[in-house]
């Protein structure tokens, strides 16, 4: 770790009390719980969930099923997020973006916080496990637990392998829902693991770039902090790179067809390309900003273009 960063040991993080008052007849409402689960997020993931689910029921669905199957995975997602605020309400204090949540500027209690949070996972947990199914159920847990304890109390202070290994909990909902409609671990579930994995560390990067000051200024060992703006760039490569061969296995394994196939192509090579323009760039928070963009709109294609490019059976 760089000598230069100080961090609060997870310990000393969820004890912390760097809560400011809320401004004298401000209290919280329903949108300040509902902000603290990430909602973005939460939709974002929820897409994933859906197409890793209709992935593998080739389009004869079971709806009651893939309903309860994304209650209990919205459910698991906000209690991760929730808890995230809670055991982050030191450094959110720092940055521009998060001082302003409602548990920083003391609308909320770190009690009511930790209580909702647990509240979230258990219910969340208990659907799962009651209607999805035990694989469905244990991804849950896995999930949870990366984001929760490995990303959130010790790598996010401590490594710039917190994008890297926190990924592993972005690409949960997918591999959720697709056990939940399978019942199985194929090379369909690595194939959207793969997906959703691989494409987390560059989105997050690009992110980082552009806020690099920020995030440094908070504290955060992220890559750009840590190694500088270059090397981030050559480590977004190797992940862009390895998304190219995913739709091609899927057709091959006749997951989706031919449509799915092109434009997944086109969009990897076409993000591939943007991100090596960053070596010539001379405007890194700009290029940043551009690659970001195209990240979002790179899943939310991708992920449409699966569902409606599932093979029949």
């Not at 990303?151 to 909902?173: D, E, F, N």
């Not at 199985?184 to 194939?191: E, H, S, T």
Request: aromatic content about 14%; glycine content about 8%; overall charge positive.
């Amino acid at each position: 770790m760089d000598k230069q960063f100080s961090y609060h040991s997870p310990a000393e993080s969820a004890t912390l009390s760097s809560v400011r008052p809320s401004p004298p007849g401000e209290s919280a409402t329903w949108k300040d719980f509902v902000a603290l689960t990430k909602p973005g997020i939460l939709r974002s993931n929820l897409i994933a969930a859906f197409a890793g689910f209709w992935l593998a029921s080739h389009w004869d669905l079971q709806y009651g099923k893939l309903i309860l199957t994304l209650i209990g995975t919205v459910l698991v997602m906000a209690s991760s997020c929730v808890f995230n605020n809670y055991f982050d309400r030191d450094l959110d204090t720092k940055m521009a973006r998060t001082k302003n949540r409602a548990l920083p500027v003391g609308k909320l209690s770190p009690k009511t916080v930790l209580w909702y949070a647990v509240a979230l996972g258990i219910i969340g947990l208990a659907v799962l496990f009651a209607f999805s199914g035990p694989l469905a159920g244990v991804f849950g847990v896995v999930g949870m637990f990366v984001y929760v304890v490995v990303y959130t109390l010790w790598l996010k202070r401590t490594s710039t392998w917190s994008t890297s290994v926190g990924a592993i909990s972005g690409a949960m909902p997918p591999l959720i829902g697709y056990v939940a409609a399978s019942g199985n671990i194929d090379m369909g579930a690595w194939l959207i693991f793969a997906l959703l994995f691989l494409w987390q560390p560059p989105h997050f990067w690009a992110l980082g770039i552009r806020r690099v000051e920020e995030y440094r200024a908070a504290g955060f060992p992220l890559l750009p902090v840590v190694k500088g703006i270059p090397r981030t760039k050559i480590q977004m490569i190797p992940y862009i790179v390895l998304l190219i061969p995913i739709p091609v296995l899927m057709y091959l394994y006749d997951y989706t067809g031919i449509w799915f196939l092109i434009i997944g192509e086109i969009l990897s090579v076409a993000w591939l390309f943007m991100a090596l323009k960053g070596f010539r760039s001379t405007d890194d928070e700009g290029w940043a900003k551009k690659v970001f963009l195209f990240s979002v709109n790179y899943l939310t294609i991708a992920l449409i273009v699966m569902i409606l490019d599932t093979v029949w059976l």
